[in-house]
């Protein structure tokens, strides 16, 4: 039998009964666009993360472009990412007609270095957006201190770090604007597509609120250019059931995390370590293969899935390579290398052994 890299089926099963009485309530209400759904989960989800505002919205990307544009980013502006966090946070940057310019990561956490960051600061430079990728918490600390000194605002990428901390302090209350996503496969997943922005300032808030609903105002003026992009009541009342649930999932993550540290010692794989001061959020469970080929041939002989995340790297991409101005060689060489093994709340009890056993061992 095949054991497929995610399934979102245990984890709502275990809360079938609540999840099927939130979307009765939804069926029963009648206010189906931002209404009380949304609005509690808001406020539910901002409690949990510790920030005063959360905007509710479409999806993770929505969410990031959102939050780019709340802090002053426009058209040719410049906005410093990384590559390896795929797609994503490279078009929520275009959206805006704004230019990413990628900065290489940390050969080993793999998320943004900033020892490359000062160097990457230029007269354009309107914005950092640093990515938690695979629940690793990126140095906030670091990364803020050299973009305050010029004014920079962070706008922190949070899609995979739902649960992670730095410092004992959550991502997502580390920058001026924190974007998270709600897609299925995330620590905290909807049943469908959602995403919000987490702040603590009242009036991006505001700003935020209005670029989600055409600019308007409380008459229904657009003030300014907005967008639609709404996360819906559906949506909203099944997260707050599953907002419940997040912490052990986040803890149930980090569990098959070390049984999968020690299950693969004598495997010839080498699992991406957290780095030190944080508490991983173990979105992804990513190894570093010297030949991916072949162990992915060997998980897919035994039936077990996997991923890579991610194979492209941005710059490599066909709409971004105007952008790639600069050698990566951390991020190049780690989209060649890294394998996410399966890792969600219920995996089967056997499943971290299967795959150990699966890969090929140490030679
Ligand atoms: C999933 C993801 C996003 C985008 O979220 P969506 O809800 O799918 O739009 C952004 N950044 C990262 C790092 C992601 O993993």
Redesign the pocket.
């Known amino acids: 039998m095949t054991l497929p890299f995610f399934d979102p089926r245990p984890e709502n099963d275990r809360l079938r009964a609540r999840i099927e009485a939130a979307v009765r309530r939804v069926l029963d209400a009648p206010r189906l666009i931002l209404g009380p759904e949304v609005e509690a989960f808001e406020r539910e989800f901002a409690a949990w993360l510790g920030a005063r505002h959360g905007v509710g919205v479409n999806?993770?990307?929505?969410a990031?472009a959102l939050a780019l544009r709340a802090v002053g980013v426009g058209r040719d502006d410049e906005v410093l990412t990384v590559a390896n966090?795929?797609a994503?946070?490279v078009a929520a940057v275009r959206a805006l007609g704004a230019r990413p310019r990628f900065v290489d990561v940390d050969p080993a956490t793999l998320v943004l270095d900033p020892d490359r960051l000062a160097d990457a600061i230029g007269p354009r430079t309107r914005a950092v957006l640093p990515?938690h990728?695979y629940g690793q918490p990126a140095p906030l600390d670091a990364i803020r201190e050299l973009a305050d000194a010029r004014g920079l605002p962070v706008v922190e990428?949070c899609?995979?770090s739902h649960g992670a901390t730095l410092g004992g302090r959550p991502t997502g209350t580390l920058g001026r604007i924190a974007a998270f996503?709600?897609?299925p496969t995330?620590n905290l997943g909807a049943v469908g597509?959602?995403?919000l922005c987490a702040t603590d300032d009242d009036d991006l808030a505001a700003r935020l609120r209005r670029l989600r609903f055409y600019g308007f105002d409380d008459e229904r003026r657009a003030l300014e250019d907005g967008a639609n992009t709404r996360l819906d009541e559906l949506q909203a009342a099944i997260l707050r059931v599953k907002l419940t649930a997040l912490d052990a999932a986040v803890a149930e993550r980090q569990a098959l995390a070390a049984a999968y540290d020690e299950a693969l010692a004598d495997r010839d794989v080498i699992p991406v370590a957290p780095g030190a001061g944080c508490e991983h959020a173990r979105h992804l469970y990513v190894v570093r293969c010297r030949d991916r080929a072949a162990v992915t041939a060997a998980l897919d002989d035994a039936g077990v899935g996997w991923a890579v995340h991610y194979p492209v790297p941005a710059h490599r991409m066909p709409a971004y390579a105007p952008f790639a101005d600069e050698p990566l060689p951390v991020t190049e060489r780690a989209c060649d290398e890294v394998l996410s093994l399966p890792l969600h709340p219920g995996l089967p009890g056997d499943a971290v052994e299967r795959v150990a056993t699966a890969l090929p061992a140490r030679g």
């Open positions: 999806s993770g990307t929505d990031l966090a795929g994503p946070p990515v990728l990428d899609a995979q996503s709600f897609y995330k597509d959602g995403g």
